[in-house]
């Protein structure tokens, strides 16, 4: 039956993959939209829960999983390549370095940039700790670097090494479910494997939906500050309109005239921007703060990894940490089979060293120039800056901007990057759904490409007409938890399967269980005879 319908309507598809996602998709849309007021209150009370009782999961997860990636790092897997033995990276280190930006958290870094640490600073969320004091701005300062340094990229890295690695090294299907193999064997290409793509697309779909829901607030906000255009549902879903139709040319282009030109025009102007602050804004006490972020980062970072809020009965945790977290998670198939795409040819210490860091340093520069200068403009006075955060977080850029010259031309930049963030992270999720819901050896067709891109802009603009931030913070905190545990599966995995690649095994060899004999020698260094992957049948 599902294969008549996709011949009827000319696609290229793995049709319980793709009717699948794409009917759960709709029927959200269909109910979520006259029955937004339920949706909401179910989706918050879902939270709730898990927030109360599997809270302490996520922050446990991340942080086992940060330190799994670093100590793969640094063993002797190191220099297993994402690929054959002689193989090299398809792009330079900048080129990867902008692709891995623009497709990660550019919009999140945009929004949250400014509001957060200025959240922090005037609502200190630690006990005896004064409201705009010098520990209020060390702790904002640190808790938002946490939020998005290490950490953030640990859960992009996870994905983003395991579909590599099985997808260049093992000639299996850059799927989701081709992670199972070592678990599944031939089952990763029925129900069982479809099932998990299936997970891996509505991930996606709410995750990258979530992100373009805020960007739209922040977007509405910035026009309303330039131009006095009214902050409303309609001009919201407008705007989610015009980004989505953008999105669609772009990833019609494909990977490398779209969303690479994109990436890199969008961290140049960024960069611009940063420049901007920097230049006009207080340089010296941004220097100066930068380098000390670094060391409370880095001294808080162990405590702060596994710290659960286990003596305090407050709800700070759910709104920030386990939020992050849980939408970062939901969106890490997408991030991770990009970020795959683009890192054929590293080794896997290039690659976490790379997608673990270099992120994170411009996270840090950025953080430091933004949050810094917002932080002194509250301590001065100059503007309310914390209670316009606290009334309406998606202005924080803008009321920033207010302090400086040419507040102006700062804020009509900062519009165009959260357009381009936008778009970039709209067209590569929807190159990377569409890579889910269809065989390698089918093409890529340009309207499964679009739909996938509109499906985004209906599930963002369902979403904020159900309840604006609220609610697409509750959505993703209940969402995430599956995914959460799918990143530990991950992770098992990989270690079997590297294990038995170090020690000279086939894929075939490892499935079977012939992979770890009682009795083995241990090589002391890998096989420098060159890899050929098996043939693995995708269908």
């Keep these: 039956m599902l294969e008549r319908l996709q011949r009827r309507l000319g696609l290229q598809t793995i049709p319980g993959v793709f009717f699948t996602s794409a009917g759960i998709a709709i029927l959200f849309a269909a109910l979520a939209i006259p029955f937004d007021h339920q949706v909401a209150t179910w989706f918050g009370a879902l939270t709730g829960w898990v927030a109360r009782n599997l809270g302490w999961f996520y922050i446990l997860s991340v942080s086992s999983l940060l330190v799994f990636l670093l100590t793969l790092a640094l063993s002797r897997y190191g220099r297993i390549r994402l690929g054959a033995d002689d193989s090299r990276p398809d792009y330079s280190n900048l080129t990867w370095f902008t692709m891995l930006f623009a497709a990660g958290i550019g919009t999140i870094l945009m929004f949250w940039g400014v509001a957060e640490p200025v959240s922090h600073f005037a609502s200190p969320p630690f ?66 494997g479809w099932t998990v793509d299936v997970i891996a697309v509505l991930g996606t779909l709410f995750g990258v939906a979530t992100s373009l829901g805020l960007g739209t607030l922040q977007l509405n906000s910035g026009l309303n500050y330039l131009f006095g255009v009214p902050v409303s549902g309609f ?25 690479r030109r994109l990436s890199q025009l969008n961290i140049l102007l960024a960069i ?53 977290w849980a939408w970062t998670i939901s969106w890490a198939p997408y991030v991770g089979i990009f970020i795959a795409r683009i890192s054929r040819g590293r080794t896997i210490r290039e690659f976490v060293a790379g997608v673990l860091f270099a992120p994170t340093i411009f996270t840090l520069v950025w953080f430091g120039v933004f949050g810094l200068s917002a932080i002194q403009v509250e301590a001065s006075g100059q503007i309310a800056l914390a209670q316009q955060v606290q009334q309406d977080p998606s202005v924080a850029i ?89 990143l530990i599966f991950m992770a098992v995995a990989l270690y079997r399967a590297l294990h038995a690649d170090y020690r000279g095994y086939s894929m075939d060899e490892l499935v079977q269980g012939q992979a770890f004999p009682e009795v083995e020698a241990t090589p002391t260094q890998p096989k420098e005879t060159e890899y050929v992957p098996e043939a693995v049948d995708r269908d």
């Excluded at 990229?153 to 992670?179: D, E, K, V």
């Design 127 to 192: 006990d005896g700790v004064e409201a705009r004091s010098e520990q209020a701005a060390s702790d904002a300062m640190t808790l938002a670097l946490y939020h998005f340094g290490l950490h953030t990229w640990t859960i992009f890295a996870m994905p983003g090494l395991a579909i590599g690695y099985f997808a260049y090294r093992h000639n299996l299907p850059m799927r989701i479910s081709s992670l199972f193999y070592p678990i599944l064997g031939e089952k990763t290409f029925g129900p069982w």
């Design 235 to 259: 001009v919201q879903v407008l705007l989610i309109t015009v980004i989505a139709s953008i999105a669609a040319t772009s990833v019609a282009l494909g990977l490398d005239k779209g969303v």
């Design 272 to 324: 611009l921007l940063v420049g901007f602050v920097v230049a006009i804004g207080p340089s010296v006490f941004i220097a100066e703060g930068m380098v000390q972020s670094i060391g409370d980062y880095l001294h808080a970072l162990p405590w702060l990894a596994f710290w659960t809020e286990t003596f305090r009965e407050t709800d700070w945790q759910r709104q920030w940490t386990l939020f992050y």
């Design 398 to 486: 803008f009321a920033f901007l207010e302090a400086f010259p040419l507040a102006g031309f700062a804020s009509a930049l900062s519009v165009v990057i959260i357009v381009i963030f936008f778009t970039t992270s709209s067209d590569s999720a929807s190159l990377v759904i569409d890579l889910l819901t269809r065989r390698e050896d089918q093409p890529s067709l340009v309207r499964q490409r679009i739909f996938w891109a509109a499906a985004q802009g209906v599930i963002a603009a369902t979403l904020l007409l159900a309840g604006g931030l609220d609610a697409l913070q509750n959505v993703i905190t209940s969402l995430g938890l599956p995914f959460c545990i799918l």
